[in-house]
């Protein structure tokens, strides 16, 4: 490098280079709370007893829940063969998209094509770029509160209530993450007819779709023929490998609501800048969705319940807390604390903070999902570990219980 001629650029220049000024954007603002919460915590457990985590939504952490063989030996193939080793469409490989399309379609509705697919880095990234393309700035989009004593269903009016010319869509998260709740095909209609009523599009994040134990799951794809939606899903919940980043956003548009709206242009730009999930991923989706993995499923299932089942009557058994509503699927159990029942325990954060640094157990505080005076417990757990959490909870709130 020329440093004379570097040199001589300073009288020339408008810029101020007496000070370095690196700034970041906007971007600081963006914040996970599960995460601000966790990360907080860890390292705060009690030394003399080891750690038991019932935060962690990872099915995974604990190994004792596992993928199926098929969907493993698909994954195997396909980075054995040597034949998808570069890049893919940016949208995902066709054979991915058609495999997606079609395991997505209904009988009852216009059939989806691969052009209706978009393959993303995990169910993270398909809410990501739903929410970049639908909520420019200055707009919103509803998130509707579950109601407690109603089995965690919507509050419809609130939708009603809140909606205005900036709202972009109506975002429903069915099975629920925390709450557990699965929502009837009468209450989904509900949640379709108002916002067919005020044009509002529906984001629906379906990432547990079909881990249910109660209740049977309705997707909201079902009632898409008056209403666009963008229906989001990954491998990583119901196959059990989050590790595999392999999502999806399936975009509903049968009456051609969209057209002319740029919106899959833009889910496209995105796309193409991410680039997706890696190839041999996507190379063995076609047979992971093409098996019949119910039996393998139901047995996952069994587990998650087995473990709810047990989860639910220990809390019966400890003054202090109860549960509202009780799970129908997913892989969490929301239990109410009487923060009025515990000494130093102000709010659900004090309390699990206090539960981690004296028992070492480990859970979400409601305050994660603006859901104050609950904590949630994953049900991801070994039932012998789960009883050993149990049991540590049960001493804590006895300590701590006024009586």
Not at 100 to 110: E, K, R, T, V
Request: charged share 20%; with cysteine.
């Amino acid at each position: 490098m020329d440093t004379t001629n570097c040199d001589s650029l300073a009288g020339f220049s408008n810029r101020d280079t007496t000070n370095w000024r690196v700034r970041a954007t906007t971007l600081t603002q963006s914040k996970n709370p599960i995460r601000i919460i966790v990360d907080d915590l860890l390292g705060k457990e009690n030394p003399q007893k080891e750690l038991i985590s019932l935060a962690q939504g990872d099915p995974t952490a604990y190994g004792h829940l596992k993928p199926s063989e098929e969907a493993v030996s698909a994954v195997v193939r396909a980075f054995s063969s040597g034949n998808h080793d570069g890049y893919t469409a940016s949208t995902g490989s066709a054979a991915c998209r058609a495999a997606i399309a079609a395991a997505h379609s209904h009988d009852f509705c216009h059939p989806l094509s691969l052009h209706d697919v978009y393959v993303t880095a995990g169910c993270s990234e398909a809410l990501e770029h739903c929410i970049a393309v639908l909520v420019a700035p200055g707009k919103n989009i509803l998130l509707p509160r579950p109601v407690p004593g109603r089995g965690w269903e919507v509050d419809l009016c609130s939708i009603r209530r809140l909606a205005n010319t900036s709202t972009a869509a109506i975002l429903i998260n069915n099975p629920s993450n925390p709450c557990g709740a699965v929502y009837s095909r009468q209450h989904l209609e509900e949640i379709v007819g108002i916002s067919s009523a005020l044009k509002l599009p529906v984001l629906a994040d379906e990432v547990y779709a079909g881990m249910t134990f109660r209740k049977e799951f309705v997707s909201l794809a079902e009632f898409s023929c008056s209403v666009p939606m963008f229906i989001v899903g990954a491998l990583s919940k119901r196959w059990l490998v989050p590790g595999w980043r392999l999502g999806w956003v399936c975009v509903h548009d049968i009456q051609g609501n969209l057209h002319g709206s740029g919106v899959r242009a833009a889910i496209n730009n995105l796309c193409q800048i991410s680039l997706g999930p890696s190839a041999p991923i996507q190379a063995a989706v076609p047979a992971i969705l093409a098996t019949d993995d119910s039996v393998w499923l139901s047995e996952i299932m069994c587990a998650l319940n087995r473990c709810t089942t047990l989860s639910e009557k220990r809390v019966l058994n400890i003054d202090g807390l109860s549960i509202v509503s009780p799970p129908e699927g997913a892989m969490y159990l929301l239990v109410k604390i009487d923060l009025c029942a515990f000494r130093g325990c102000l709010t659900t954060s004090h309390f699990a903070e206090s539960l981690l640094s004296e028992e070492s157990v480990l859970v979400l505080p409601g305050e994660c999902f603006r859901a104050p005076g609950f904590i949630r417990v994953v049900t991801t757990v070994p039932e012998s570990l789960i009883q050993v959490a149990w049991d540590r909870i049960e001493a804590f709130c006895k300590r701590r219980f006024k009586g």
